[in-house]
């Protein structure tokens, strides 16, 4: 099956600062990538989606200013959350999609900020 | 309404029984559906996809689509304490990219 990794699974950091994940697939060309927001006991949720070479579309209610989605080739996209606070602790997954099929999850991030 | 719905349960059945989990969907031209599993503190992994309707089966997972009535379900047969797990339901709508998940069924499986 479709193999897609994120990097880092963990991260602590301090209030203000900005934190990078990186999700890539590796066995595949994604044509759009998905990120998602998880809080404990919720549903996912899309933060927004994001096809190689263009801007990413946010779902309503997400700061793209404060969430910065980069999606430079067909096998990597990041996320930025800029001056992370202490409420955007979360877990964030990304996912990948080939063409208008299967979207194929990252294993996730999990960020804490202090 | 809601693109996908599923029931959030608590589903729970006894280890080696038949746990059916539902899906409904509104849009009628939706073309693609998939079932995920998510384990707590993990992200969610391809269990199923199905693409008309009728019955697929994989292993101890059948996944049975209704396209007249919108409704896909999961069923797992043998249920092992292992298959405790949230269950995601998603659809792929007409237009393509548009991808619904439900907010899924939580399933315990009791040994």
């Known amino acids: 099956g479709a193999v897609v990794s994120q990097h880092p699974s963990w991260v602590i950091c301090k209030s203000g600062t900005s934190v990078k994940i990186e999700c890539r697939s590796l066995d595949f060309q994604a044509t759009t990538m998905f990120w998602y927001r998880q809080f404990p006991k919720q549903s996912l949720m899309l933060m927004a989606t994001?096809?190689?070479?263009?801007?990413?579309?946010?779902e309503q209610g997400v700061e793209k200013d404060k969430f910065l989605i980069n999606h430079a080739s067909l096998t990597l996209s990041t996320l930025t959350v800029t001056s992370a606070h202490p409420e955007d602790s979360s877990f964030y997954i990304c996912?990948?999609?080939?063409?208008?099929?299967?979207?194929?999850f990252g294993p996730g991030t999990r960020l804490t900020v202090l | 309404q809601k693109e996908v719905e599923q029931n959030s349960g608590p589903l729970s059945v006894p280890e080696g029984a038949i746990a059916s989990l539902n899906c409904t969907y509104s849009d009628r031209g939706s073309q693609s559906f998939f079932w995920y599993r998510q384990y707590s503190g993990k992200s969610p992994e391809l269990i199923m996809s199905i693409y008309s309707n009728g019955d697929k089966e994989d292993g101890r997972f059948t996944a049975q689509l209704n396209k007249a009535s919108q409704y896909v379900s999961l069923l797992i047969r043998d249920s092992q304490p292992s298959d405790s797990a949230t269950y995601l339901c998603a659809v792929n709508t007409n237009t393509g990219n548009q991808f619904y998940f439900g907010t899924g069924t939580s399933l315990t499986v009791i040994p």
């Open positions: 996912s990948a999609r080939v063409g208008g099929g299967t979207q194929y």
């Open positions: 994001s096809n190689e070479g263009s801007k990413a579309t946010y």
